[in-house]
């Protein structure tokens, strides 16, 4: 990255010495995230973690995390945007280690949908009698 520049009030422009393919698919996750300086510097090493959170700039606000296996994500009514505004009122994140758990819970329904999902999942998902997968289609792998 040669530049990190505010090229406007709700706009940074990143300029790069050459592509990098894994930079925009990194930005859905924390290391991509839009933060207030001030909470992640006053945060720390803590900035993050489970019992002290992320103050971000997106649509949901994280109602519980329980540091491991589920995070619980709801509608934040202040959010800047109101025409990009959340319209779920909750996400429910799992994050399941288990490739056969994984298949057997989007199989079930108790999971509805995934992303980088195990390799070894898609044949037990390719045999699913609903929902959809999508291998190597932008986007993420989901049933």
Known sequence: MTSIRATGPEQVTLTFSKPDYLFVRNLGILAGAVVEKAFAVRAGANFGNAQTGVVCSGP???????????MVLKRSPDYWDPSH???????????LSDPSAIANALTSGSLEGGFDLPPSTVNTLERAGDGKLYVGATGSTST
Request: without cysteine; charged residues 15%.
């Open 85 to 95: 505004a959340a319209k779920a009122q909750t996400l429910t994140f799992r994050f």
């Open 60 to 70: 949901y606000t994280v109602a519980s995390f329980d540091g491991t296996n589920t």
